[in-house]
């Protein structure tokens, strides 16, 4: 069992930054993909990125690659998304979540292949 705790989130005007840290308890942190997911009102949950469990991998979506950065720290057993640049359209609850290592980058970004998820924390860019 893994339990997933996010934070950071907060309002921020567009051109700022923000950085999210999902903590995560549980054994063998480094076994998990871990990934980034939105929802915005009214919208289905939506893929940001993705990160194998040694980090050396990393994807994104196509609307925040070169402004977003997942990375983690295994020995902190947490993994960031660091969102520069932020946009009113990034306006979202960003999820984080864990999956077993075998999930390739390109099946990352279905939600359906996470098995563990956090509560979630609000992200709102004002225009």
């Known amino acids: 069992q893994v339990q997933l705790v996010e934070s950071g989130g907060g309002l921020v005007q567009a051109g700022g930054s923000l950085r999210l840290s999902c903590a995560a308890s549980g054994r063998i942190f480094s076994a998990y993909r871990m990934a980034w997911f939105r929802q915005a009102p009214g919208k289905e949950r939506e893929f940001v990125a993705t990160i194998s469990g040694s980090g050396g991998t990393t994807y994104y979506a196509d609307s925040v690659k070169g402004r977003f950065t997942i990375s983690r720290n295994n020995a902190k057993n947490t993994v960031y998304l660091q969102m520069n640049s932020l946009k009113p359209e990034d306006t979202a609850v960003y999820y984080c979540?864990?999956?077993?290592?075998?999930?390739?980058?390109?099946?990352?970004?279905?939600?359906?292949?996470?098995?563990?998820w956090g509560q979630g924390t609000q992200v709102t860019v004002s225009s």
């Open positions: 979540a864990a999956g077993s290592a075998s999930i390739t980058t390109g099946q990352g970004m279905g939600p359906e292949r996470y098995d563990y």
